[in-house]
C-alpha cells in the first residue's frame, strides 16, 4: 500500500469554500476509482511546531503504484489540483507530496 499524503501552503487569501469544493471532489475521485481508498483532509495542528506554513493537508490510500498511477492522470484529479494550486502560495509549488510505502 502507498499513503499519497499532501500538504498545501494555503495563501493569506484562499477561500475556505473553493477548498471545501475540491476536497470533497478528491474524495469523489478516490472512491470512484479502483485500488483507491481512506480519503482524509483537514487543517495542520502542528503541534510540535514544525510546519506552520503549510495549514492544511489531505491523504488517501492506493493499493499499489498502478492504482495511484491512475490517481494522477486522472482528468477530474488533474482539474481539481489545478484549483487547488490557484488556492496555494506560489501555484503548485505551494504544494508539498509524500508518497509512503506502508506496510
Not at 488517501?60 to 491512475?70: C, G, H, Q, T
Request: glycine share 8%; with cysteine.
Amino acid at each position: 500500500m502507498i499513503r499519497h499524503c499532501v500538504f498545501l501552503r494555503l495563501a493569506p487569501k484562499a477561500d475556505a469554500a473553493v477548498l471545501d469544493k475540491v476536497m470533497l471532489g478528491l474524495e469523489d475521485v478516490v472512491h470512484r476509482l479502483d485500488g483507491c481508498s481512506d480519503f482524509r483532509a483537514g487543517p495542520n495542528r502542528d503541534y510540535e511546531g514544525k510546519t506552520p506554513d503549510y495549514t492544511y493537508g489531505f491523504t488517501l490510500d492506493a493499493d499499489n503504484a498502478e492504482a495511484l498511477a491512475a490517481y494522477a492522470v486522472d482528468t477530474e484529479h488533474q482539474a481539481l489540483g489545478a484549483r487547488l494550486a490557484a488556492l496555494c502560495e506560489g501555484g503548485a509549488e505551494g504544494i508539498l507530496v509524500f508518497d509512503i510505502d506502508a506496510v
